[in-house]
């Protein structure tokens, strides 16, 4: 039972990284090769993890048939904690097709952010992210175009193993004072899957035609 969990995180994580390299257009021979080295290293990493029995106990993924969109993604379970101070609805997804949800910002009072100053504004949420996983806190397109919104740790990234309230470090990058309202949306959440290094000190890297070129070695456009 427990091989048949890890294949089946494996065979998860060999999807999500077919479908990237496919929207990316990348040839198919180089594709297949890349998608070869991914799988080999994810299913060493699985073996030799410490997080080996995480994997084995981590919700098995479902694919949703309501409609012909969404039945195409890969969906699983993530708990989710409403804090004594949420107001409103829980999270959704707002088309088929989208990576993120959205969270709002919980607050008793408004926030004002001058040009240049941030806040950390709280989303009465927390998770048990499943192990393998991560959420990614995101800035919100419209606002950053809008209003020069943005987070300052951007992506932010919330752990497996974190149970705390997730908030978020909003940033006013633009030229006029905002005003961050209660219920304002203030950043999309994405899950992402996990891959932790195993790092092996050596004397000597490899060598490549690049070598240790830096900042605007390949060229300035």
Do not use: C
Request: glycine share 8%; proline share 5%; hydrophobic share 40%.
């Amino acid at each position: 039972m427990e091989t048949q969990s890890i294949s089946g995180k494996i065979k998860f994580f060999a999807q999500i990284v077919e479908k990237f390299v496919e929207d990316n257009l990348i040839e198919k021979e180089q594709r297949d090769e890349n998608f070869r080295k991914l799988a080999l290293a994810f299913e060493t990493f699985v073996k030799d993890s410490p997080l080996k029995a995480g994997f084995a106990k981590a919700p098995e993924t479902s694919v949703d048939d309501q409609d012909s969109h969404s039945s195409s993604l890969l969906k699983v379970d993530v708990q989710i904690k409403k804090w004594p101070q949420f107001k409103g609805e829980l999270p959704q997804y707002q088309s088929d097709l989208a990576s993120g949800f959205d969270v709002r910002a919980q607050l008793s009072a408004p926030v004002s952010l001058k040009p240049g100053q941030r806040a950390l504004i709280p989303t009465g949420l927390s998770f048990a992210i499943p192990h393998g996983y991560e959420i990614q806190a995101r800035p919100r397109s419209g606002w950053a175009i809008r209003e020069g919104m943005t987070l300052m740790n951007t992506p932010g990234t919330i752990d497996a193993d974190y149970r705390g309230e997730v908030k978020i470090i909003l940033a006013n990058l633009g030229e006029n004072t905002v005003l961050v309202q209660d219920q304002d949306r203030i950043a999309q959440l994405v899950l992402a899957p996990v891959m932790q290094a195993r790092l092996v000190e050596v004397s000597e890297l490899d060598s490549t035609a690049r070598g240790a070129g830096g900042f605007g070695s390949t060229g300035s456009k």
